[in-house]
């Protein structure tokens, strides 16, 4: 049986559900109509983490968004699936698109929808307020909630796991 740091250590790739791990899952509208998303900032770090370690990420998400498109292009994520309501076929079109296979990815989500995706990828994890049937099947549950560092969590366990958070963290106090 393969274990959680060895599942973490395979991962290539990061795909991100956004309502209830991005965020805390509340959707706000300005008087104009306007969706208004709050993002954490720790999450964001984290997400450049992965990237700076050449840790691909991706959104698959079934709302659209402007806000969500900002907050990706500030961050550099390039890859961005809105309006995916049937998330488990997407992932065959990304490992076309990639070369990866499902064990060489993993995804985050916090309900229902992501169950099919999250069955079907390498490493499965959930926020720690994700609905209880996605905690009971995630190989990782963070101890953080959605948009609450839940993000930052998984990218600091993905580090460790490929023995580069000790670099890291050298990195940052020379």
Avoid: N
Avoid at 142 to 162: D, N, S
């Amino acid at each position: 049986m393969t274990t959680l740091t060895e599942k973490l250590a395979a991962v290539q790739m990061v795909l991100l559900d956004v309502d209830g791990v991005l965020t805390e899952g509340r959707i706000v509208y300005a008087d104009s109509g306007e969706e208004i998303k709050s993002f954490s900032v720790r999450d964001g770090y984290g997400i450049r983490m992965m990237l700076d370690a050449g840790i691909q990420v991706g959104i698959v998400t079934g709302r659209h968004s402007p806000a969500l498109r900002h907050r990706c292009l500030d961050l550099g994520i390039k890859m961005i699936h809105e309006g995916a309501r049937q998330k488990a076929p997407l992932l065959a079109a990304i490992m076309a698109d990639t070369g990866l296979s499902a064990a060489a990815i993993a995804f985050m989500g916090d309900d229902l929808p992501d169950l099919p995706i999250m069955t079907r990828v390498g490493c499965a994890v959930a926020v720690a307020d994700a609905h209880e049937e996605l905690r009971r099947r995630a190989d990782m549950v963070t101890t953080a909630r959605g948009g609450r560092g839940a993000v930052r969590e998984l990218a600091e366990a993905l580090l460790k796991a490929r023995g580069k958070w000790d670099s890291l963290l050298s990195s940052l106090t020379e």
